[in-house]
């Protein structure tokens, strides 16, 4: 399990993304690969020297107000999320205006009748289900790649990522949301926290279990800090948001459990296919999106919204306090890195949820 505890040399933030596109590079092979790494290692470089330090913005008269509300707590929500447990950075001290309204573009794909998807190898991160592009023309190119491979492709802009310690990450402008009104707030102390438990704990290949333990905390924890820092309005504004997630996300997953059992049964693929078109036309009409919802979509929300039993088991059983259950999650360390080792998808988080219910039960039996 890579948590990111080990020291590491002091070097600069440039040359620390210089000395990561090289690593990139010599760990991966072919001109995609290398191609790729390039982009990252300078779409990261110019994100550290575009930063500003957020004390500076919040004094210079030329801030907007609400903009500087926002910066304003975000020293709070560190802070808040330390207390809990979370691991102690220096990401979040800067902050980048960008030129566009995604950190990066993400692009992810599935087989026609299958919601498991492809996954791209990483010598850090280990297998991942996604691919993110900092130009939008480089992943739409990617895209219509996978495309031509005959796969479900999605392709999603995400306001923010983690480098997993080893950048300090700055806040970026994407994270502040200008859509969502008296709900910024709550959605940037989710965004900042959510972010922070990657940088705290991190399973290499196992993006299921990362997304979710990131948002099961996150979700967990920015209620408490509303309660003491924000307006009621913004309170408000913040359950109302996410009473309608919570029912958006109920209903995607009813549609892939729906797909799920479809994809694995015995009917012919011409059947598969018309009656995924149907469901998948149903759920378009009920949303009305304007991005189109396929396999890749569905898998992308399942992700981030997989099934948090073994999460709420094991805080249940340390009785409520994050640092029993951060120190829980750091003992299972060694424990699930053997049987992890060729699992992935559904498998891999049947075991997961497995590992953490007998933590949870081995932690009530010592009480």
Same mark, same amino acid.
């Given at each position: ?17 210089f ?20 982009q ?22 030329g ?21 809990m ?42 297998a ?6 900092f ?21 999603r ?86 009473? !309608? ?8 997953? =009813?549609?892939? $459990?729906?797909? %799920? *059992?479809?994809? +694995?049964?015995? /009917? ?31 898998a ?24 029993c ?11 699930? !890195?053997?049987?992890l ?5 559904? =498998?891999?988080? $049947?075991?997961? %949820? *497995?590992?953490? +219910?007998?933590? /949870? ?7």
């Open positions: 399990m890579p948590l990111r505890s080990a020291r590491r040399p002091a070097l600069s933030p440039m040359s620390r993304a000395a990561c596109a090289v690593l990139l590079c010599l760990s991966l092979t072919g001109c995609f690969s290398v191609n790729y790494a390039l990252a290692g300078a779409g990261e470089f110019t994100l550290l020297t575009s930063a500003r330090p957020i004390d500076d913005l919040i004094d210079r008269p801030t907007p107000a609400r903009l500087q509300r926002l910066l304003a707590s975000v020293a709070s929500v560190k802070a808040y999320g330390e207390s447990g979370l691991k102690p950075t220096e990401s979040y001290q800067r902050y980048t205006q960008l030129d566009r309204p995604a950190a990066v573009w993400v692009v992810s794909a599935c087989p026609e009748l299958s919601l498991e998807p492809r996954l791209f190898d990483f010598p850090i991160a280990g991942v289900p996604y691919l993110g592009w130009e939008l023309r480089a992943a739409r190119d990617f895209a219509r790649s996978l495309e031509a491979q005959h796969l479900d492709v999605s392709l802009g995400a306001p923010a990522y983690s480098t997993l310690g080893w950048f300090n990450d700055p806040l970026l402008s994407s994270m502040i949301e200008p859509a969502v009104g008296e709900a910024a707030l709550g959605l940037l102390v989710k965004t900042i926290l959510h972010e922070s438990v990657h940088a705290t704990i991190y399973v290499a290949g196992q993006s299921s279990f990362n997304e979710g333990l990131a948002e099961f905390v996150a979700g967990k924890l920015t209620p408490g800090y509303l309660a003491q820092h924000a307006s009621s309005r913004e309170a408000r504004a913040w359950a109302s948001l996410q009473e !309608r997630s919570a029912a958006l996300e109920k209903q995607l997953h =009813a549609v892939s $459990a729906r797909l %799920d *059992a479809l994809y +694995l049964s015995a /009917a012919p693929d011409a059947e598969k296919r018309a009656r995924k078109q149907a469901e998948l036309s149903a759920l378009q009409a009920q949303l009305h999106w304007r991005r189109p919802v396929n396999n890749a979509v569905l992308g929300y399942r992700t981030y919204s997989t099934d948090r039993r073994g999460f709420s088991e094991l805080l249940d059983a340390c009785g409520g306090d994050w640092h259950f951060f120190d829980s999650l750091r003992a299972l360390d060694r424990a699930w !890195r053997g049987p080792r060729d699992l992935s998808g559904a =498998a891999a988080d $049947a075991k997961i %949820d *497995a590992m953490l +219910l007998e933590k /949870a039960r081995e932690l009530r039996a010592h009480r």
